[in-house]
């Protein structure tokens, strides 16, 4: 029983301490705000005295309107504050951005420089494009439509100037150009077929110089020229082309088959003849020695023999003849054949 008294006893000190220091707390605190209501109530009087006899003006302030106007002037200072280091900010991002717009608008004329070039070389390159066409008998593209404007022109950056449909001249030049190069595109590859189909053919016709590596001259013309024998004039039925020496390699002209590789004692020496498409047939003469045999097919290109002075001849040399059928032409007009067709025309 006595624990119980005892334990009753302090938990009544503790809500009486409790409660006494709870009230001791409020009194101070109400004596705090009283002295510091008493100290923002006082009053001072500020004595404005002129330097004449006009009336001296008394200007009554408590220290509560002092810190208001003491608090309002810090705020207002720390808004000017803030403001100019913002404004200061914002000055650095905008000479920022001046500086890359300007860099921009550089780009932009530069890149109007560039499509202003490019238009020039269409517009050289659409006439040129159209006469091969017409050459090759292929379709030509509609320059009307699809050849580009020299109008545009990427403007002032503040400056730019649209379509009505709301786009950039350049952006709608581009258009057309894009539009001009889709419909060149299939003539374009009917060209590259023409070519391949034309590089098939030349290799089936005498179109290319009889000496590997295409050295050597001419000492004899195709027509008439002086026998050197006999000294009477004569029709040369082919070409004598000559390096000055023996044993340099002579190549087929064309691709086709080897019909004759025999020894001419009339004049020719070693000679052999090859029998190509079209019509053509090939003899080269005065040869050294053979490296083909009859009834094989060759290539242009392919080495078949080697010049020398076999036959009616008086120095080293091939004698290279063109026939087509029974006639026989001149073989330099076909040597020239790829150099012609390489031309531009006039």
């Not at 404007?149 to 030049?173: C, N, R, W, Y």
């Not at 581009?174 to 374009?188: D, N």
């Not at 079209?278 to 060759?298: I, K, N, P």
Request: proline share 4%.
């Amino acid at each position: 029983m006595a624990s119980v008294h005892e334990y009753k006893r302090f938990e009544n000190n503790l809500v009486l301490k409790t409660k006494n220091g709870f009230l001791g707390f409020i009194k101070a605190l109400g004596a705090f705000l009283h002295i510091i209501g008493r100290t923002l109530t006082r009053r001072y009087t500020v004595v404005l005295v002129p330097h004449s006899e006009k009336k001296v003006y008394n200007l009554h302030v408590s220290v509560l309107s002092i810190c208001c106007f003491l608090l309002v002037f810090v705020a207002l200072l720390g808004t000017f504050v803030w403001y100019g280091a913002s404004h200061r900010t914002s000055q650095s991002n905008l000479a920022d951005k001046d500086s890359r717009l300007r860099d921009t608008q550089a780009s932009l004329d530069q890149i109007r420089d560039e499509v202003n070039q490019l238009f020039r070389e269409v517009r050289n390159f659409e006439p040129a494009l159209s006469l091969t066409l017409s050459a090759l008998g292929a379709d030509v593209p509609g320059s009307g439509k699809t050849s580009p404007s020299p109008v545009g022109d990427l403007s002032s950056f503040f400056d730019i100037k649209e379509s009505p449909a709301g786009t950039l001249q350049e952006v709608e030049d581009l258009r057309r150009l894009s539009m001009f190069l889709t419909s060149a595109t299939t003539p374009i590859k009917e060209i590259g077929t023409l070519l391949n189909s034309q590089g098939a053919l030349l290799t089936e016709i005498p179109s290319i110089w009889p000496i590997k590596g295409g050295i050597g001259h001419i000492s004899m013309s195709f027509g008439q020229n002086e026998n050197p024998f006999t000294g009477q004039y004569y029709i040369h039925k082919g070409i004598d082309i000559s390096t000055f020496r023996q044993g340099d390699p002579i190549v087929a002209t064309a691709d086709g088959q080897v019909v004759a590789v025999e020894y001419d004692f009339n004049g020719f020496g070693n000679n052999v003849i090859i029998r190509h498409k079209h019509g053509f047939y090939t003899r080269y003469g005065h040869m050294q020695s053979f490296r083909v045999h009859a009834g094989q097919r060759v290539q242009q290109g392919e080495t078949i023999g080697y010049i020398g002075n076999t036959g009616l001849s008086t120095g080293p040399h091939v004698h290279y003849e063109v026939h087509i059928g029974s006639d026989v032409v001149d073989p330099y007009k076909y040597i020239n054949i790829r150099s012609s067709i390489a031309k531009p025309a006039r």
